[in-house]
């Protein structure tokens, strides 16, 4: 990783005398694909709006390493033009010429699926095909960070997986910042993660910090193990049991996850208990559950 | 960086006709004119006073002669009456009901621009991508030049009209004072235009903006009773004045520079508010 492709600090914000944001920190680094979480009315949008310059701060600074891209939520594009019309009037706004921002509209609707649809207006359109198109919008002038406010909220299960696909085939060359509810979805795209709670960012790092997929592993066996299986194994931290669920946090200097498994599996094969499953880390919802707890 | 104003101008612009909302207001436009005209001719034959050319004052025309005179008299200047007696008749009426008409058709048609793309969520598409600055700019000049079009072509329609209806008018004569009258409509449009941006980013919401548009204007009529706020009213002499006091003369400066400086200063408040609104 490079240097932060967005970096923010102390950003303040407060809706009449309601505070939204106390002093966010933020920092995105180049390249990465990075999930904004919290729960509703942390203050997600309001970041967003704040970083994108539609809503006004109060206080704090940030930059961008580059050019942005924004997919705002719940914005409709004007229902009057027709989709190609749109994006070449918003890539010319992006300073492209005339030439540049036609090319530029009819790669950007290829990308989201709406090549075909390029003489059609808005109304005719279905709720995921116009979240598509402001996907789209998003795209023009190859910006370096996008940042995408809830990108699949409407979209069906099959234009969701092509849009995580994209996204996650944009790592490495665009900073990506996802704002989810869909904690699954943020596993899968993301990289880097970061979290606001109450108007402050409470954790940013590795996905893996929070799910504890270097650290954790979780056994799910058949019928609930002995309450003492796993006790005494050397580099084994700490054991949380919770009915056929045992979840296991080790120390990856002393005790790689190849052996805690073949270990596990032999103690259980001598108490005659069956593992059922094997999941590396304990999700990304339940770190986030215990991170927000 | 390259100024994306004239992009946002033309857009605004030409959206206006796209959306048929010029057209609209064209057509609301040019149907009162044409229904006032057709009054003012009528009633012009009925009194025996020649409609093509200036108005003649000597017999049945003397009580408007008078009418005309207190206004001088008021104004102060004894060039208005010898304007207004050389202007053509129908431009006369042109001039009354556009001044009675823009107002409402402004209200009416543009008392949602922005504040429909606020709601929509439309702008914020734009802002992160341009400043604020020329983008209202864009919205209140594009809205000017709009209604100056409208206006225009609504005039030469008319125009067209009173040449099928009264042959032998001379065309030349109420081409050219309907230019007059036309030009120094504008610094009024402007005004009116940017009145309804001023309210219509205020409210941020479409039928609020029409709430807060129609009380603007009613107070603003309202005001009118009073000297300082003559100048804005279709119904004051002074504003008549203004606008036929002959080119180059005191009043009629005056009445552009009153027309041009409320503009410019409800421009700006608008400009104000715009800034600092969350969008």
């Known amino acids: 990783m490079n240097g932060p492709a967005l970096r923010a600090r102390g950003l303040t914000k407060s809706y009449g005398k309601t505070p939204v944001l106390r002093g966010l920190n933020m920092n995105v680094p180049a390249g990465s694909v990075y999930g904004f979480l919290g729960v509703n009315g942390a203050g997600k949008t309001t970041t967003f709006g704040v970083l994108a310059g539609i809503i006004a701060r109060h206080g704090g600074e940030f930059e961008f390493g580059g050019r942005l891209g924004l997919l705002p939520q719940d914005a409709s594009l004007y229902p009057d033009r027709r989709l190609f019309r749109q994006l070449f009037f918003l890539g010319r706004l992006e300073g492209l010429d005339r030439g540049r921002a036609c090319a530029a509209a009819e790669s950007c609707l290829a990308a989201v699926g709406l090549a075909d649809r390029a003489r059609h207006k808005p109304p005719k359109l279905s709720h995921g095909m116009r979240r598509r198109l402001a996907l789209a919008q998003a795209l023009l002038g190859d910006p370096d960070v996008l940042l995408l406010d809830e990108p699949t909220a409407g979209l069906d299960p099959d234009q969701s997986a092509r849009l995580r696909s994209l996204v996650a085939g944009w790592g490495g060359r665009k900073t990506v910042v996802v704002s989810s509810h869909l904690l699954s979805e943020v596993e899968q795209m993301c990289d880097q993660v970061g979290v606001i709670h109450g108007g402050k960012m409470i954790y940013e790092g590795p996905v893996e910090g929070l799910t504890g997929a270097r650290d954790t592993v979780v056994y799910r066996f058949d019928r609930s193990p002995p309450p003492r299986l796993l006790e005494g194994l050397p580099g084994v931290r700490e054991v949380r049991a919770d009915g056929e669920e045992m979840t296991v946090r080790f120390e990856p200097g002393v005790c790689s996850l190849e052996d805690l498994n073949r270990r596990v599996l032999e103690l259980c094969f001598t108490a005659g208990a069956g593992v059922r499953e094997i999941v590396r880390g304990r999700g990304l919802e339940a770190g986030f559950l215990e991170l927000l707890r | ?279």
């Open chain 2, 1 to 279: 960086m390259r100024s994306r104003f004239p992009i946002l101008f033309c857009d605004h612009f030409v959206g206006g006709f796209r959306s048929r909302r010029s057209l609209v207001l064209a057509g609301t436009y040019l149907l009162g004119f044409l229904l006032v005209s057709s009054v003012v001719i009528k009633l012009h034959r009925v009194a025996g006073i020649p409609v093509g050319e200036a108005l003649d004052l000597s017999e049945r025309g003397a009580p408007i002669a008078g009418f005309l005179r207190s206004l001088a008299a008021d104004e102060g200047s004894s060039g208005v009456v010898e304007f207004v007696l050389s202007t053509p008749a129908i431009n006369l009426s042109l001039a009354v009901i556009s001044l009675a008409l823009l107002p409402l058709l402004i209200v009416v048609f543009r008392h949602d621009i922005p504040s429909r793309e606020m709601e929509a969520g439309t702008l914020r598409f734009l802002v992160w991508r341009v400043k604020r600055f020329p983008l209202l700019l864009s919205r209140f000049l594009g809205g000017v030049a709009e209604i100056a079009v409208v206006t225009l072509g609504s005039f030469l329609l008319v125009l067209v009209y009173a040449l099928i209806e009264i042959p032998g008018i001379p065309v030349f004569k109420v081409l050219a004072s309907a230019s007059v009258l036309w030009v120094r409509l504008l610094p009024y449009t402007a005004a009116a235009v940017a009145l309804a941006l001023f309210f219509s980013v205020l409210a941020a919401r479409s039928r609020r903006a029409l709430l807060y548009c129609c009380l603007g204007f009613f107070l603003l009529l309202f005001g009118t009773v009073f000297e300082a706020g003559a100048y804005l009213s279709p119904f004051s002499g002074r504003n008549l004045a203004g606008l036929f006091a002959s080119a180059g003369s005191w009043p009629m400066w005056r009445s552009v520079l009153f027309y041009c400086g409320f503009a410019a200063a409800v421009y700006a408040a608008a400009q104000a508010r715009f800034s600092r609104k969350d969008l």
